[in-house]
């Protein structure tokens, strides 16, 4: 997670907030911003008091092995308060571009072992469930529903939710995906859907097979793999 903090005087009334991103730093990385409503602090750098508030949070992902920094500017409009000659104050409104420009960061992929073979497809603490129709015996051609959702504490992006594999003899009628992450206590919480209304097309018994997930689990510095549960539906 990237973090964007405006430092600005007592005078200063910071009102448009806008961010003009280098083009070679946005094609490193997939990016999901998240809107930050935190309130003024008060903050004291060199001996000085400023007042001090996060503007933007990142959820930054490599797409390549790589290493680079942050190279933008966040462009502040805001008002502030000058004295007049009469000793009366007024507001002037001012544009500001600042360049922002981070220390070097170093993606490093993680290297797969013989203990856990696969690729690891994100960082938090997830849960894996699939959810199908209560009655397990269906009529032929009536179309129904089985959704992948993949939910817990870490960012999930589209591309990465599980499919279902689905046995032949069924038709796929849509597959939509509904993903909703969202900042809780400093923590990415993530609820990621994938529906399948699908619609059988011969008589028999179906076996759909388990989903998996694989991502790392930074609290407890562990590889992880979260699984559903294999299931069979009768066409009739």
Known sequence: MVEYKL??????KPSTIGFDFKQEYTDKFLIYSLTSDESITKETIDG???????????????K?????????NVVVEYKISKATKEDENFEQISVKSLPVVSKK?????????FKFPHDIQSYGDYKLDVIYPE??????NKIFEITVQLYGEGYIEDEILPQLSIPKGFEVITNTIVNDPVM?????????TRTYKI????????????VSFYFYNEKIKQRKAASSKEFTLTVK
């Not at 390549?64 to 933008?72: A, C, G, K, R």
């Not at 960061?105 to 072992?113: A, D």
């Not at 009655?135 to 032929?140: D, G």
């Open 135 to 140: 009655f397990t015996k269906i009529r032929k």
């Open 64 to 72: 390549d092995q790589d290493e680079t920094s942050i190279n933008n």
């Open 199 to 210: 619609k059988p097309l011969a008589i028999g018994d179906y076996k759909f097979r388990p």
């Open 105 to 113: 960061i170093k993606s490093k992929k993680m290297e797969k072992t």
């Open 7 to 12: 430092y600005f005087d007592e005078d200063i």
């Open 184 to 192: 809780e206590d400093e923590k990415i919480k993530s609820v990621a």
């Open 48 to 62: 000085k008091e400023y007042n001090s508030i996060i503007i933007k949070k990142d959820v930054i992902r490599f």
